[in-house]
């Protein structure tokens, strides 16, 4: 049964660092690894999508790693902004087209 | 950008009573899905629904959840006697393929609280 864990939970930064978010599954049999944003009370905004025969995918500030064998993805965003202040959900789709989810990074960018 | 809708936004509910929570997917999508998240807890899958099918369902989706394609544009999840258990963040999601590098788009999402 897949299983993802995300690191850390939360995180508080100041403007400008570039930061890195990591998302974990137990089954490497995954074909795609999505992540999101979630504003508060808000919906699911799709930011990338990396099939399981790619390693990276990059949009922007926002840069997407995948490494199967090691059952392990990064969100990489850099140069941070107050406007990237959000929950940041990683998940992945399997066997089956469901997506199971983690727990979700709650990032804060201070001025 | 088209986008997947829900209605309502909020929905407040008596326990024991039906209701029916709306979506229209993007249009040229085929592949149509509902999660809910209770508050504070992850994303959760409940069914995805393929063809005027039920491709799969989690154990949360009992027999007292129904989906439906009334038409060709909307998307519907009834939950036919409601419980306090029940009170999530219901969001749709539609997807132009399976498996094909194609992401999953969600809506904003239902808010439903039961009394």
């Known amino acids: 049964k897949q299983e993802v864990t995300q690191i850390p939970a939360a995180l508080s930064v100041p403007e400008g660092e570039n930061l890195v978010l990591n998302c974990s599954f137990t089954?490497?049999?995954?074909?795609?690894l999505q992540w999101f944003r979630q504003d508060p009370g808000k919906g699911l905004t799709s930011l990338l999508l990396?099939?399981?025969?790619?390693r990276e995918q990059t949009s922007g500030r926002l840069n997407a790693s995948l490494d199967k064998s090691s059952g392990r993805s990064t969100l990489y965003i850099a140069a941070s902004q107050p406007g990237d202040s959000a929950t940041y959900l990683c998940?992945?789709?399997?066997?089956?087209?469901?997506?199971?989810f983690g727990t979700g990074t709650r990032l804060q960018v201070f001025p | 950008e088209p986008e997947v809708t829900q209605t309502p936004s909020h929905q407040v509910t008596q326990m024991g009573q039906e209701v029916i929570l709306r979506c229209v997917p993007i249009?040229?999508?085929?592949?149509f899905y509902w999660y809910r998240q209770i508050l504070g807890q992850k994303v959760e899958f409940l069914v995805s629904f393929y063809n005027n099918e039920i491709s799969e369902k989690s154990e949360i989706f009992d027999d007292q959840f129904s989906v439906e394609r009334p038409d060709g544009s909307n998307f519907t999840l009834k939950i036919r006697s409601t419980k306090l258990e029940d009170s999530a963040m219901y969001f749709c999601a539609s997807s132009a393929r399976r498996r094909g590098g194609q992401p999953q788009h969600f809506g904003d999402g239902t808010r439903l609280s039961i009394l």
């Open positions: 249009s040229n999508h085929l592949y």
């Open positions: 998940a992945g789709e399997g066997d089956t087209d469901k997506l199971i």
């Open positions: 089954d490497s049999a995954i074909y795609n």
């Open positions: 990396i099939q399981s025969s790619q």
